[in-house]
């Protein structure tokens, strides 16, 4: 059975703070990918990765960078977290060669961050 | 550039049809459609290539019109299982750029 993990189901963490988010997939899959989801704007890509140590941005990269030093896993880190990056983030995973996005995404359960 | 998906949300009875429309301003070389219940991650459904085919995955289906850069997710005969929030993803030409949209929801009543 395919997987994606996240590290965290729920998190609090106060402004300024410096904030990890991991990711793990067990499908050997290339292309990882980090999203954050808020009511009525979909799913948005904040950064994707198509191979270790590869990374692009996507959509919303401003706040956040990203780490892919081995192939199953891909973290995403707020540096200086703020209150408007309290929201639903969403790991997801997908077989590709090069940058190739089309095939199926694997999601993980997401991690619900709350910044105060 | 997110597409534009329509519409906002549409409450069914059990074994009523619905229609969920996904459109976008630029060429499209592919169509994702994924389905997220609530406090679940979304869950793939299907992938409609350039090429206008039509696809089915059990009671449910989509087409992909690349003239009219638009995608089209038939429900037929809604179960309570359907219920949840349907995002399309788009992929432009040059097969990168994915983008999802901002989703329906869907909500099946007995």
């Known amino acids: 059975d395919v997987k994606v993990t996240q590290s965290s189901r729920y998190l609090v963490k106060r402004t300024g703070e410096k904030v990890f988010l991991e990711c793990v997939q067990d499908?050997?899959?290339?292309?990882m990918f980090w999203y954050r989801q808020d009511p009525g704007l979909g799913l948005r890509l904040i950064y994707f990765?198509?191979?270790?140590?590869?990374?692009e941005k996507g959509d919303i990269p401003e706040g956040y960078s990203v780490s892919r030093e081995k192939k199953e896993r891909f973290s995403l880190i707020l540096e200086s977290a703020s209150t408007n990056q309290t929201s639903m983030y969403l790991c997801?995973?997908?077989f590709g060669a090069g940058t190739s996005l089309n095939n199926e995404q694997f999601f993980g359960p997401g991690t619900r961050l709350t910044v105060l | 550039q997110q597409p534009v998906q329509s519409p906002q949300a549409v409450i069914l009875r059990e074994g009523e049809d619905a229609v969920i429309n996904c459109s976008s301003s630029?060429?499209?070389?592919?169509v994702h459609w994924y389905r997220q219940k609530h406090g679940e991650a979304p869950v793939f459904l299907m992938i409609?290539?350039?090429?206008?085919e039509q696809k089915g995955h059990d009671k449910i289906s989509a087409s992909f019109n690349e003239k009219k850069q638009q995608s089209s997710l038939y429900l037929t005969a809604s179960q309570l299982s359907y219920s949840g929030t349907y995002f399309c993803?788009?992929?432009?030409?040059?097969?990168?750029?994915?983008?999802f949209g901002p989703g329906t929801r869907l909500s099946v009543l007995p």
């Open positions: 990765s198509y191979d270790v140590k590869m990374k």
């Open positions: 409609l290539l350039k090429g206008g």
């Open positions: 630029k060429a499209l070389y592919s």
């Open positions: 993803g788009t992929e432009n030409n040059y097969g990168q750029n994915f983008v």
């Open positions: 997801a995973s997908s």
């Open positions: 499908m050997d899959h290339e292309n």
